[in-house]
């Protein structure tokens, strides 16, 4: 009996010693769940931070990039801008530069034909002359023969010492003409430069005499002077015959007569 009891005490506290692990087991299992849940909750709030901390970062640096693109893009689209500008300038500067070139090269061409006109219409009144000289010299030498009787070398002669005191008549002719013309314009060019140095000495002197300046206290009052379409101007002008200038002089007017006291 002794023996059974103590069979039985020994399976009870077996199963009491069990229920006890299994229980404290229990309770070890939902504390560390409870702090794995803990722990686990901790992470993923420090994850969705960090997550939240990496976003903002990154939309920071995507601001930053975006603007630092639109700035050099700007930069670039204003140097492209100036770059086509500066090319568009010289471009134009060219295309005038050869429209002026263009221009000077038709008058150069206008130029060039009137002067081949001009040597062609020369040459062809020479050849003309020529020809006719020709002809004339032939009608001489034959009259020349007919009426006495010459050889044509005597006849040839006789025309050349004809024409040789011809030649000579008219080239004192010409000697006189042109020694007169020279006379001429030498007495007109000492006449002009007298005139010019009488007048170049004598103006400062005459302007002294003839010419006052009267200041006047503001802009406004040439306009009064001149007047509704110079009505003033020329009134004063009549009544005290002294002519008024008027010029760009600021606040002045010119009074020139060589009557002082009008003046």
Known sequence: MYILFAILGAILMAGVGFLAGFFYRKYLMDSHIESLEVLGKKILDEARKEADNIKKEAKLQAKDLLYQLKQDFERETQERRQEFTLLERRFLQKEENLEKKAVMLDERENELTKKLKA?????KSLTEKEEEYDRLLREQSTRLEELAGMTAQEAKELLLRNME???????ARL?????TEA????????REITALAIKRYASDHVAEQTVSVV???NEEMKGRIIGREGRNIRALEAATGVDIIIDDTPEAVILSAFNPIRR
């Open 119 to 123: 040597v062609s219409q020369k040459e």
């Open 165 to 171: 005191r011809e030649v000579r008549t008219e080239a």
């Open 175 to 179: 000697v006189k003409r042109i020694d």
């Open 183 to 190: 006379r001429e314009t030498a007495a007109r060019k000492a």
């Open 215 to 217: 200041p006047l206290p």
